[in-house]
């Protein structure tokens, strides 16, 4: 029997990514003992898959504190691979674990991680935990969905309830942010969608964008539902029926839970951020930004996500062209074109 370890160390949308690289991996080898290394906030998230023991930590001195009781007390591992994470914790990691191979993703580490994936081409975020563990299972297939069994099942216990329509309108940055009108055009055309069904807008107060949106006028039918913690959050998805919402890590957590979602892009590239086989799962976004990334991150009115809102919705965004940064890729664009977006639900294209 084989020990591994595995690091996760990055935000909530990569980590439920990258923890279906080690699932699978888990699936394959149900006679090793792996060992997931990741946030304490997402921990429970992962808690309860088969063959996956999850080391849990809240700060870097809480990991270094676990790993070193863990070379103290465990025999050593047969590689240590860190599937997400930066900084100069990476390298002190390798020193405190035991392990006869040491992987990372890349390589920026060289001395502390010896091996790595070769070169190639990201064409999904789940591209580099499974170019990784490729190098321990050259067969292990690449994940293409995301899925938190354990969850899905606590969501369809509760199909006999009254099930909502949940909108996420703000992420970790302002350039992801919906703004109030945005956020109103959304929850108009969705109560249209789906009458009769109560509307939640999920809102964490300590987010950047929350106070802009807390004097919005809400109407009939739809409530704020806020929230400072994952533990807080899961209980109301779990009676979700559809999810629409910003670029956020909550969508990954929506779609793991098997709750059908559209999501709306701005800066960021859907191709790379949806998986390819995500059931239910829609992507909007501009036709103008093709399959581009913008990098501008000092955008605080995203002219992007607010048009492929209101496109998507019928009506006009309340962001011009003028509020944007002076690298808006949006400014070479064809004005006449602005308002086409791009629509595509897996498993199929859209028009």
């Not at 394959?28 to 060992?35: G, K, N, Q, S």
């Not at 997931?36 to 906030?41: E, G, Q, Y």
């Not at 297939?141 to 949940?166: C, E, M, N, S």
């Not at 400014?331 to 602005?338: E, H, K, N, S, T």
Request: proline share 9%.
């Amino acid at each position: 029997m084989r020990r591994f370890l595995f690091v996760l160390r990055t935000k909530l949308g990569d980590t439920l990514i990258h923890f279906q690289t080690v699932r699978a991996f888990a699936a394959r080898h149900p006679a090793d003992t792996i060992v997931l290394a990741t946030r304490a906030d997402y921990a429970d998230l992962l808690a309860g898959e088969p063959g996956v023991r999850i080391l849990r930590f809240a700060n870097r001195a809480a990991l270094f504190a676990q790993l070193a009781w863990l070379r103290l007390t465990a025999p050593s591992f047969d590689a240590l691979a860190v599937l997400t994470g930066y900084g100069p914790t990476m390298p002190r990691i390798a020193r405190l674990v035991r392990a006869r191979r040491r992987l990372f993703f890349d390589a920026r580490f060289p001395d502390a991680y010896p091996e790595h994936p070769p070169a190639y081409v990201e064409t999904s975020l789940v591209d580099r935990s499974w170019q990784t563990l490729r190098l321990l299972d050259p067969a292990l297939p690449k994940p293409d969905r995301l899925a938190l069994p354990p969850l899905q099942a606590r969501r369809l216990a509760t199909v006999h309830r009254a099930r909502a329509i949940g909108i996420v309108p703000l992420a970790s940055e302002p350039r992801r942010n919906l703004d109030a009108t945005a956020l109103r055009q959304l929850v108009e055309q969705v109560r249209a969608a789906h009458p009769g069904q109560p509307v939640w807008i999920f809102v964490n107060p300590d987010d950047q964008g929350a106070a802009a949106l807390g004097g919005l006028t809400l109407p009939a039918g739809a409530e704020w539902r806020r929230f400072r913690t994952l533990a807080e959050l899961v209980p109301h998805y779990l009676h979700l029926d559809r999810w629409y919402g910003t670029d956020t890590g909550l969508y990954h957590l929506a779609v793991a839970i098997g709750i059908p979602a559209t999501v709306f892009f701005g800066p960021t590239q859907p191709q790379l951020i949806v998986m390819p086989a995500q059931p239910e799962a829609t992507w909007v976004r501009l036709e103008a930004l093709g399959a581009g990334h913008c990098d501008d991150k000092s955008c605080a009115r995203p002219l992007c996500l607010h048009q492929a809102v209101a496109s998507w919705c019928r009506t006009a965004a309340g962001t011009t062209i003028a509020e944007t940064p002076a690298g808006c890729p949006l400014r070479a664009a064809d004005a006449g074109r602005l308002a086409a977006i791009q629509v595509h639900a897996n498993p199929r294209h859209q028009a």
